[in-house]
Each structure stands twice: as structure tokens, then as C-alpha cells.
């Protein structure tokens, strides 16, 4: 069932993105998740300075219509949600629920990312103290008085 699904999400892949030459496409089902990997050239066309045809990701992007909306909505983060949402799409349609497998991560500013290393600092102290303290407690015989 999964190469179907996959088959059908990458037959229509060209047709969502003209803007993404693929040249090859591989599908893994030897694996423990089934997925594909998908090579393409990002073309994006009508510049008016130097070559009128280029190689650009974010360009190919934006003249598919993703337009960013700050730096934690960018052309390429739209993007990849428009195609994991295709994907979605073919699993609903054979009526299937897509399982959340990993976390997306988004993309922190620099005070969220030092307030979070901090928050892992003293989650990591945390647990070497309470693995200290129960070492140093292991063989102790606590009775009730």
C-alpha cells in the first residue's frame, strides 16, 4: 500500500511544482518508514537582469505563489507545508491518517534558543544530580520510626 500512496504523491509532484525540474526520483521501501527521495533543479524564469532563465530555489518558489510572512513563514517553510499537506491529502483520500513521526522545529529566535538551551542545561544537571544522589543513597536502609 505504501508505494502506492507514494507513487500516487510523486506522479502529481511535477504538476503542484513546474518550477521543480525533477531529474530522479527514488523510492525506499527496504526501510523502516517508506519514503521517497526526490532530486530537482529549481527554475525560475523572466529575470530581467543576466540570464532570463536561472537556477533558484527561493525564486521557483515564489513564481509557484509562496510568498513569506516573516522570518518564521518563509517561501521554502510554506512550501514543504503545502507538500506534506499533498501527502496528507493522498492519505485521506484512501482513507488512512497520517502519523506525526517526528517533531518540526521551528525556527527560534536567537533569545528562544538560549532560553531553551538554558532549560536543557539544568534539565541535563538535574538528572546527573538525581542519579548522583540515588548512588549515594543506594545500599542505605531508611527505616520509620
Known amino acids: 500500500m505504501a508505494k502506492q500512496l507514494l507513487d500516487e504523491y510523486m506522479r502529481e509532484f511535477e504538476n503542484r511544482n513546474p ?3 525533477v531529474f530522479n526520483a527514488v523510492m525506499h521501501l527496504d526501510e523502516a518508514t517508506p519514503h521517497l527521495h526526490i532530486n530537482f ?3 525560475c524564469y523572466g529575470q530581467k537582469q ?3 532563465t536561472r537556477v533558484s530555489m527561493k525564486r521557483a518558489i515564489q513564481q509557484m505563489g509562496f510568498s513569506a510572512n516573516g522570518k518564521r513563514e518563509t517561501e521554502i517553510i510554506l512550501w514543504g507545508n503545502s507538500e506534506r499537506n499533498a501527502l496528507t491529502d493522498v492519505l485521506n483520500n484512501h482513507h488512512i491518517a497520517r502519523k506525526i513521526v517526528g517533531v518540526f522545529h521551528d525556527h527560534k529566535t ?4 538560549k532560553r531553551y538551551a538554558d532549560i536543557d542545561i ?5 538528572h546527573i544530580s538525581l542519579k548522583n544522589f ?11 520510626a
Open 110 to 113: 536567537v533569545e528562544e534558543y
Open 122 to 126: 539544568v534539565n541535563i544537571a538535574l
Open 41 to 43: 533543479v529549481p527554475v
Open 134 to 144: 540515588e548512588q549515594q543513597c543506594n545500599g542505605i536502609n531508611i527505616h520509620a
Open 50 to 52: 543576466g540570464l532570463s
Open 19 to 21: 518550477n521543480l525540474k
